[in-house]
């Protein structure tokens, strides 16, 4: 299958590249040409007049919980230990296979639909999550999380289904899927528990996926119960000696950050649900001035409450000014590579993130013919502090087109919201 798309304006993220009135050429999974020239060759199965288009790299959400679509707006305004232990945990103990599996659907329809092409998913039930996954032509990055709680036995058998799962479906579904090791936190998850993942995560060679240092409160708690500060005890068990990425990483020291920067340590700054659980701010632009590895991610839709990455590529770009009172702290291009190349290279993806020749052809177009994207001027600014998930238009993954003037193509979205519909209803009656 060979794609060849006209006269579009294309954001690379190949440097702050932007190319007007240009061409790209797809081939099966690969970009095989980008530029300003037209191509000698004229034999395409497809073209495609690219006028009024935005094509740029799809979004890449590097934490999330699909799942968890299904308690959307069943909690709101709360802490987050009172939202977790009161509300979340209570309701999530009720969730089968089904309810993981259309809630999943649910989430990744979402995702889809608004330029998001790639995913991190750290839940239970991974098979039918990997199986959705597949499904759907998405890539994703998935983990079976482990909370500690429960006796040895309980451990145990957590970590072999995570083990397991791992095995089954790294690589899997064209490569479109890959996978990691994830206790759930340091405050979820005993020393014991998280050294025994620690060595799975080697013996696999995988990386390993965590939260860390969200609220002010778990990290004092963490400080009183073990004596280190979260980055400390994680350091101590050897977590940061694997490859890793933590989610949110919100309250840091200057040691502290130093001290992942020493372990090439990446984050996911996950800005929206931060925000509404008023978790606090990250020190996102010291930590990109030291050079460590930063990713946006959503979170749940029952923490967020949407999965939309347009908003948190806007809201890092935005609240970081207003933090620091420095309207230069995050300029728009840095906050769209946070959710596209630099999500990409946190979950370890080289080939993609990026309109570059050689690389999967993972892309997306957006409608630049409407108001709140006129005039034609800075086309990166208008995607940063403009754009919306609503905007998008088309999507391909691996080549492959998922999303055709914004009808999806591979997923039957009438029947995933009645399914979706079905088990909420279950688990609230």
């Not at 990386?207 to 990290?219: A, D, G, K, N, Q």
């Not at 020749?357 to 108001?371: H, L, P, T, Y």
């Not at 999303?403 to 979205?413: A, F, H, I, W």
Request: aromatic share 8%; glycine share 6%; with cysteine.
């Amino acid at each position: 299958m060979k794609l060849f798309i006209k006269n579009g304006t294309f954001i690379t993220m190949n440097g702050n590249e932007t190319i007007k009135d240009g061409y790209m050429v797809v081939e099966n999974e690969f970009i095989q040409y980008i530029g300003k020239e037209k191509p000698v060759e004229n034999d395409y199965d497809q073209i495609i007049d690219g006028s009024n288009r935005i094509y740029m790299p799809g979004l890449v959400n590097t934490h999330n919980h699909a799942a968890m679509s299904l308690l959307r707006g069943y909690a709101d305004d709360l802490a987050l230990q009172i939202w977790l232990e009161d509300y979340m945990w209570p309701m999530e103990a009720k969730f089968t296979s089904e309810e993981v599996r259309w809630g999943t659907f649910l989430s990744i329809l979402e995702m889809i639909k608004g330029g998001t092409t790639c995913f991190v998913d750290m839940y239970d039930h991974m098979d039918v999550v990997a199986q959705a996954v597949e499904t759907s032509g998405m890539r994703a990055c998935l983990t079976r999380g482990m909370i500690g709680f429960g006796g040895k036995e309980v451990q145990d058998a957590k970590l072999n289904e995570a083990k397991t799962f791992a095995k089954n479906w790294h690589g899997k579904a064209n490569g479109r899927i890959t996978t990691m090791m994830s206790p759930h936190a340091p405050y979820t998850c005993p020393p014991e528990f998280i050294d025994k993942i620690v060595q799975a995560a080697s013996e696999l060679q995988l990386p390993i996926h965590t939260h860390m240092s969200e609220t002010r409160h778990e990290v004092l708690e963490n400080e009183k119960q073990y004596g280190f500060r979260p980055v400390a005890h994680l350091q101590k068990l050897g977590v940061f000696d694997q490859s890793c990425l933590v989610a949110h990483a919100v309250h840091l020291t200057d040691e502290e950050i130093g001290i992942l920067k020493e372990h090439s340590v990446h984050i996911s700054h996950n800005p929206g649900s931060n925000l509404k659980l008023a978790s606090g701010i990250a020190r996102l632009p010291e930590l990109m001035k030291e050079g460590i590895l930063v990713s946006l991610g959503t979170d749940s839709a029952a923490s967020n409450n949407n999965l939309d990455m347009f908003e948190e590529v806007r809201l890092a770009a935005l609240i970081h000014k207003g933090n620091t009172f420095d309207p230069t702290a995050i300029p728009a291009v840095d906050a769209l590579r946070l959710g596209t190349i630099d999500g990409a290279r946190s979950i370890w993806l080289n080939d993609v993130g990026m309109l570059k020749e050689g690389m999967k052809a993972d892309f997306i177009s957006v409608n630049s013919n409407q108001a709140h994207l006129l005039p034609k001027s800075d086309v990166i600014s208008h995607i940063v502090y403009s754009a919306s998930a609503s905007d998008v238009v088309d999507v391909w993954v691996d080549g492959k087109q998922l999303v055709k003037n914004k009808e999806l193509l591979t997923l039957d979205e009438e029947r995933i919201k009645y399914e979706f519909n079905a088990c909420f209803e279950r688990l609230t009656t």
